[in-house]
């Protein structure tokens, strides 16, 4: 049984795009090749259309293929067949513009309503439209059936302590809401990659005193300073989504020490996130792949699934 706490669905991982955003550019060429795999396009074909056309059409023809590929039936029915009994959807809020709207939430709603049970909603929260897009949160927690919430202070030009966030981390302390907070490396050339380091996480735990924070994409290439902060504070928790397995098996990639202490000291924080749509890794492999870290049995079941499930207070039990 799996809980999956970071990822998303195909109608929003291949939307279909008008005009690509010039920092957006760097994480499109480094994922179409992982997409284009899907499809069983190989290097070689993607490049030569790169160099044929523009980067907009070969990116529209690659997600509309996909989007019929991986159609919301079809998808479930990967999740179910590789017993992903929760799947997160992160409905992300992005933009630093005090002027824009709060990204709407209704999609992802009545994806709740129509696959009822399967997905974890993650709503999405924009700090420079505090109050507005907190209504929105609420909304989406308190009356829509979403669960968690999620930011990435790197799309936002701030760093997770930063006070513009304080709002929404006391909602979330008042109502044992979990919040997913992108904790990694970022490729947008114009913005810090520290800017989400995990140490920016220490603020809030010490300000809320229930706060529950996911530490997502396990703070590479900060490893040492996410196991000190997961040794300190128990109400942290940390997933490996966004990197392939495998490479986090191999030495010389600086998870090592995450490996050691996932088995041993921080075994009931660690949870999995995947983001396997964005790796362009099909779920089967990716969940095979995770044998290689050598993973204990009993630590390998609360990364796959206890864990998030005490986290999230699900209630699953090995029958379902």
């Not at 996410?226 to 300190?232: D, E, F, G, N, V």
């Not at 890794?281 to 993973?295: A, K, R, T, V």
Request: proline letters at 4%; charged letters at 25%; glycine letters at 6%.
């Amino acid at each position: 049984m799996i809980i999956d706490v970071s990822n998303t669905v195909p109608i929003f991982q291949f939307e279909k795009v008008d005009k690509i955003d010039e920092k957006n550019k760097e994480y499109l060429r480094l994922f179409a090749p992982r997409w284009a795999q899907l499809l069983g396009w190989s290097k070689e074909e993607l490049k030569a259309k790169l160099q044929k056309e523009q980067l907009e059409d070969v990116i529209n023809d690659l997600f509309s293929q996909l989007e019929i590929h991986y159609s919301m039936d079809n998808f479930v029915g990967m999740l179910q067949k590789s017993n992903v009994v929760k799947h997160a959807i992160h409905n992300l809020d992005y933009g630093r513009s005090k002027y824009s709207e709060p990204v709407s939430h209704e999609e992802t709603a009545q994806l709740l309503r129509e696959y009822e049970g399967q997905f974890i909603g993650f709503a999405g929260y924009n700090p420079h439209i505090g109050t507005k897009s907190l209504q929105v949160v609420k909304k989406a927690i308190l009356e829509q059936g979403f669960e968690a919430v999620v930011i990435a202070p790197y799309d936002h030009g701030l760093n997770a302590n930063d006070k513009k966030y304080y709002p929404l981390y006391s909602f979330c302390d008042e109502y044992d809401i979990p919040v997913w907070i992108h904790s990694s490396i970022n490729y947008f050339k114009e913005t810090s990659a520290f800017i989400d380091h995990p140490k920016y996480l220490e603020d809030p735990l010490m300000d809320f005193e229930n706060l529950k924070i996911i530490a997502g994409h396990g703070g590479w290439p900060w490893i040492p300073d996410m196991i000190a902060l997961l040794l300190k504070y128990d109400r942290l928790y940390v997933d490996t989504s966004a990197f392939r397995p495998k490479y986090i098996g191999m030495e010389h990639t600086g998870w090592e020490m995450f490996i050691q202490y996932a088995n041993t000291l921080i075994q009931d924080q660690i949870v999995f996130g995947s983001d396997w749509l964005t790796l362009g890794l099909p779920i089967d492999e990716f969940i095979e792949e995770i044998s290689s870290w050598g993973l204990k049995e009993e630590v390998k079941e609360k990364f796959f699934w206890k864990n998030a499930n005490k986290l999230f207070q699900f209630n699953l039990t090995t029958k379902e």
